[in-house]
């Protein structure tokens, strides 16, 4: 797989080719969010020359969505293959992803993905496009409060862990590792966030859904998160209709 990330104004586009698989997933994990900063606003993941993703794959894309919300960053995939699509929509991982086809994802990729924006390439053959140094949009800043760098990692792999369980179908599972994420941080939005939507995929779970998206409602609120806000205010409209 060959991974080129481009930047341009405040989009960095992801453009993945070939398999997204098990073998794939760190290198891509590690170049993306290499690439983040408060510089980037909305991050476009292209997957219309990748032709298969595998459970690996998904939970990659999930923990990215996860980093992309702690910066209140919006994420995107552009025109998915008919393969992968048809994986996220088997996973039901449609309903948590934004995904933009036809000329809405021209538009937004519209002059971002020109050599001249092109900050890092990761992977395929020896011929292919060297790695530029970031732009200097794109350093990382160190943040006002020092983070707890391992106390991240746990949370990011305990949700990872439940969303590959939500994808083979486990959801009792899933149900279990998110809750032990927000047991650890209780104001983790993401963890509260895809709780809610495995709530929702079980009738009888249906209070414990609204309760999950009014956390979300809550939380989001309080971060100035405007796009979970709408989606909890969504998801709670149809809930409680």
């Not at 476009?44 to 996860?66: A, E, H, P, Q, Y």
């Not at 991240?152 to 439940?162: G, I, T």
């Not at 929702?200 to 009014?214: D, F, G, S, T, V």
Request: aromatic letters at 4%.
């Amino acid at each position: 797989m060959t991974t080129r990330i481009y930047f341009s104004g405040n989009r960095l586009l992801v453009l993945i080719e070939g398999r997204f698989v098990l073998d794939e997933c760190d290198a891509f994990k590690k170049a993306v969010i290499a690439s983040l900063s408060p510089a980037v606003a909305h991050v476009l993941v292209d997957l219309s020359r990748s032709d298969f993703v595998d459970s690996s794959g998904l939970g990659t894309l999930v923990g990215l969505k996860m980093r992309t919300n702690q910066i209140k960053a919006r994420l995107t995939l552009i025109n998915p293959s008919p393969q992968v699509l048809e994986v996220l929509v088997m996973s039901k991982l449609n309903e948590i992803f934004e995904i933009a086809t036809g000329q809405e994802a021209q538009d937004l990729i519209a002059n971002t993905m020109v050599e001249s924006n092109l900050v890092r390439t990761v992977g395929g053959p020896a011929s292919a496009a060297p790695t530029l140094p970031l732009v200097e949009g794109l350093k990382i800043s160190e943040p006002a409060h020092p983070r707890n760098e391992a106390a991240d990692e746990v949370l990011h792999d305990l949700c990872r862990k439940a969303s590959e369980a939500l994808i083979r179908g486990n959801l009792d599972e899933s149900v279990r590792l998110y809750r032990e994420a927000i047991a650890r941080n209780a104001t983790y939005l993401p963890a509260h966030n895809n709780l809610a939507i495995v709530y929702e995929k079980r009738p009888e779970w249906r209070r414990l859904a609204i309760e999950e998206w009014e956390t979300v409602l809550r939380l989001s609120g309080q971060s100035g998160d405007l796009n979970n806000k709408e989606r909890a205010e969504r998801h709670l409209a149809t809930l409680r209709a």
